[in-house]
C-alpha cells in the first residue's frame, strides 16, 4: 500500500466519522427542541415568578421570595447540586408613585415619570422649577451654570431609530439616565427629568440605574424619567413657552446593603468534573412590572437547560451549572460574587452563556472569545440553521458573566429579535402576559443546543491549530 492509499483510507475514516457525529448532532438537537416546545417548564416557572411573586428589585421581599421558590424548583430536577451563594446587594425602595405636571398660561399638564433607580427624594411638598432642554448631558458645558443654575434639567434624547440591532440604539443614550443627574447639578441644577429609552411612543416611563458618582449627599438632586409622549408634549410647550414650570414629586430612598443570593444548580461533569460551563440570567428585575422580559424570561431559560439535557438523555462531560445572578439592575453585585468565588477556589471556566435579551424569537448568538475559538463555534452554526439561528458574530456577552472574563474562557448572549424589547424594558408594562410561549422555549431549546456541543466538543484551541492558522 503506498503513501497516496494509505492517506485516502484514513481521510475516509475521518470523513465517515465526521459525517456520523455530525448526523448523531443532528439528532441530538432535534431531540432538545422537541422536548422543549412539547414539554418545556419555562414558561410555567415563568408565570409563577411574574404573577405569583411580581417585580424583584434587590433587596425586596418579592427578591427573597424569588430566590428560595427557584431553589426548590431546582431541587425538583434531582441536581447534583443546588445551593446559595450570600451577597450583600442595595436596598432602594421607590415609595410612594411618583406625580409630576407642568403649566402652561395656568392650564395644569399631568405627565407620566418614574424616579430612577438610586436617585434622591425631592423635598416632602415636590419640587417647582423652571426648565431648561438640552440634547445630552454634553449640552450642559456649552450652556453654563448661568443658564442652568436653579433649574431642572429636561434631558430629551430619543433612542436612534435607523439601527436595527436596539441595543446599539439603547447604548448610546443610557449614559444620559445614569450621568445625567451627576453631571446636571455640577452647574447648580435642582434635578434632571430624563426622556424613558423606549422604542416606541407611549405613556409608560421607563427607570433604571443611575449615579451620582463621587458628588456629596447634600448635593444630589433627583431624577426621574419622563414617558415618550410626555417627553414630546413637554418639548413642544417649551418652544412656546421657555419660562414654564414643571413641578415632580418622589418619596424613594436608599437603605443600607442587604443580604441576598445567588441560586446555584449544578449537573457534574462526568469525565472533566473541574472544567465549568455556566448557563445564566439575573433574578432581580425593576418594580414597576413583573419583569417578565427583564429577566425573568432569561432565569427560566437558564433553568430549563439543565432540566433539557437531562430529559434528553445527554450526560454533559463538563459540570454544567446554571446561575441566577441577583443585583443586575442595580450593582452587578451577583455576577462580581459569583467571578470573585470562582477565581478563589481556582475554578476553570471554558464557557459561559448568558439570556437577558427578552424572550422574543431566538435569532443566535454574540460570542466574546478569541479568533479560534469563533471559528471552532462557527462550524456549528449549519445545525442551527434548521430552526431558523443564523446570528453567529463576535460581540458583547452579558453583564453578569463579563466578570468571569480570561483567556480561556468563551462568552456567549443569547440574541433574540430585539425589535419590541425597548417597548417593555424597565416599564409597568414588561408583564408576563408579553411573552410568547413558543418564542420563549424556542429560545431555552437554542440555549441547550449550544451548551451540548460546547460540553461535547469543548473551546480549546491547541497549539497545532494555532500553527495551522500561523
Known sequence: MNNIQLKAIVFGLMLSS????????????????????????????????????GGRLSGST?????????????EKLDLDKVWLQPVMVPKWVRGEKEMAYFTTSGELNKVNICALGGSVATPENGLKAKVIEVGSYEDLKHLGEAKIKGKIVFINRALQPDLIHTFE??????????????EAAKYGAVGTIVRSLSSRQDDYPHTGSMSYGDLPVEKRIPSAAISTNDAVKLSEALKQN?????????????????????????????????????????????????????????????????????????KPKRSIRVVLFMNEENGLRGGRKYAEVAKTKGEKHVFALESDSGGFTPRGFSFDGSELMLQKIDAWRTLFKPYLIHYFEKGYSGADIGPLKDDGILLAGLRPDSQRYFDHHHAANDTFEHVNKRELELGAATMTALVYLVDKYGVETTLKQKQLKD
Open 242 to 314: 421657555k419660562d414654564l414650570e414643571f413641578f415632580f414629586e418622589m418619596s424613594c430612598q436608599q437603605f443600607e446593603d442587604v443580604q441576598s443570593y445567588n441560586v446555584i444548580g449544578e449537573i457534574t461533569g462526568s469525565e472533566f468534573p473541574n472544567e465549568y460551563i455556566v448557563v445564566g440570567g439575573h433574578l432581580d428585575s425593576w418594580d414597576l412590572g413583573d419583569g417578565a422580559h427583564d429577566d425573568g424570561a432569561g432565569v427560566v431559560q437558564s433553568m430549563d437547560v439543565l432540566r433539557l439535557l437531562k430529559e434528553s438523555g445527554i
Open 62 to 74: 418579592n427578591a427573597e421570595l424569588a430566590v428560595q421558590y427557584t431553589k426548590m424548583e431546582l
Open 169 to 182: 440604539a439603547y447604548g448610546g443614550c443610557s449614559v444620559e439616565r445614569y450621568r445625567g443627574a451627576h
Open 18 to 53: 465526521f459525517c456520523v457525529s455530525a448526523q448523531s448532532d443532528e439528532a441530538a438537537l432535534k431531540t432538545i427542541y422537541k422536548t422543549s416546545l412539547t414539554n418545556g417548564k419555562s414558561y410555567q416557572w415563568l408565570d409563577y415568578l411574574s404573577n405569583t411573586i
